[in-house]
């Protein structure tokens, strides 16, 4: 019975301590990915899609890939990117956004984006969407995205050119 | 004698003037594509746009008739199109207040067309495009005129799904939308570019993405100031 109880102690101390390692791998990975610039753009009451952006930055020696954005609210939520294909622009499926080792994938519109699909409600301009960042490495990111027309009010200069003319 | 020399003066100038006539012509064409920054002058007499009639957004007929006597900027989208086309309806409505601004009396109407009748109906496109300019006019209608009109303006679209495996798979325009695509949804890959249609009810030019409004400006009115 005593050797039972000492038994299950050290079960539980060693569930314990891969529990700590594996919250602690989530937090040291976590700290590498940081996330800025995110807005999502406004859309007609009826759009039936919304698109998503978001500047991802890797801080770690190793490639970080973005597989999966959570959020309430929508049908389902894929990842693209749009690309130019000798003029026509092909809307490309992804299964994952690639952030480079010590680099920056930048979310943007005519580039990699987020694509949210059937919103219950198209939030308004001003409107905060909360939407959650899934990575490779196990690591999570909470964004709050606010919804507006454009990058217009931004104060990064090459996201401005792409669509403040 | 008299009358043959009289002839032959007639059909001197005759001469001297169609080659005059071309000639200034040609070199229009050369001083325009010259000085276009971001357009491509497009505009072929010999290449009439073909009859139709859609309907626009206010359940109106939207007919050749409706691209006459002014000019209008054109451009085709789609509303389950979250990059491309919000962008481009975007720097549309830009270029409408840069035009507005420029103090000049000029202002062409501005027409979007739906590659996606099926999906985009009147109502539909009423409150999307409305949404980006209240001056837009969406026109939607027989999807054979669309893709007609579409050819005519040297645009090109095509649907695509994903299949439950993940593969991409190509819906052919002249096949019927299989119901799982109108079940589980359908993207368009489609060309993004913007036209410039004179007050013939031709098309006169085309401007490829990037859009920039600023530079779109400019062609505008060398194109409207030279035709």
Redesign the interface.
């Given at each position: 019975m005593c050797f039972l109880i000492i038994n299950n102690i050290m079960i539980t101390k060693k569930i314990a301590i891969v529990v700590l390692f594996l919250v602690t791998s989530a937090v040291l990975a976590e700290s590498h990915i940081s996330v800025s610039e995110s807005w999502i753009?406004t859309?007609?009451?009826?759009?039936?899609?919304?698109?998503g952006f978001v500047n991802i930055n890797n801080s770690s020696d190793k490639e970080i890939k973005l597989i999966q954005v959570n959020a309430s609210g929508f049908k389902r939520i894929e990842l693209?990117r749009?690309v130019?294909?000798n003029?026509?622009?092909?809307?490309m499926?992804q299964?994952y956004i690639p952030i480079p080792a010590h680099g920056l994938t930048k979310l943007e519109?005519?580039s990699w984006?987020i694509?949210?699909?059937g919103p219950d409600e198209v939030p308004k301009e001003g409107d905060i969407v909360m939407f959650s960042l899934v990575f490779d490495d196990g690591s999570k990111q909470m964004v709050h995205a606010l919804v507006r027309?454009?990058m217009m009010m931004n104060h990064d200069h090459n996201s401005m050119q792409?669509?403040h003319? | 004698m008299q009358k043959k020399i009289l002839l032959l003066t007639i059909a001197a100038f005759v001469l001297v003037f169609v080659a005059l006539y071309f000639t200034i012509s040609d070199s229009d064409y050369k001083y325009l594509s010259k000085n276009l920054k971001v357009s491509h002058l497009i505009y072929n007499p010999d290449k009439k746009l073909s009859s139709f009639s859609l309907i626009d957004h206010n359940n109106n007929k939207f007919e050749n008739e409706n691209l006459k006597d002014e000019w209008t900027v054109l451009t085709f989208i789609y509303?389950?199109?979250?990059?491309?086309c919000?962008?481009e309806l975007?720097?549309i409505s830009?270029l409408k207040s840069k035009i507005k601004k420029s103090n000049s009396s000029f202002m062409p109407n501005f027409v979007v067309i739906t590659f996606d009748p099926i999906r985009d109906t009147p109502e539909?496109l009423k409150?999307?495009v409305?949404?980006?300019d209240e001056d837009f006019l969406g026109v939607s209608g027989d999807q054979n005129q669309i893709d007609q009109l579409v050819k005519d303006f040297g645009a090109?679209y095509?649907r695509?799904m994903?299949s439950d495996s993940?593969e991409?798979i190509l819906i052919p325009n002249y096949e019927k939308i299989p119901p799982e695509a109108m079940e589980n949804?359908y993207?368009?890959?489609?060309?993004?570019?913007v036209y410039l249609v004179n007050p013939g009810g031709q098309i006169h030019a085309g401007f490829?993405?990037?859009h920039?409004?600023?530079?779109m400006l400019e062609d505008i009115k060398l194109l409207v100031d030279n035709y």
């Open positions: 753009r859309a007609p009451p009826n759009a039936p899609m919304l698109g693209h749009t130019d294909s003029g026509t622009m092909k809307m499926r299964d519109p005519g984006h694509m949210f699909i027309k454009s792409m669509n003319d | 509303t389950h199109c979250p990059d491309v919000p962008t975007m720097n830009t539909i409150s999307y409305t949404h980006f090109y095509e695509v994903y993940g991409l949804g993207s368009i890959n489609h060309t993004a570019w490829p993405a990037p920039k409004p600023n530079d």
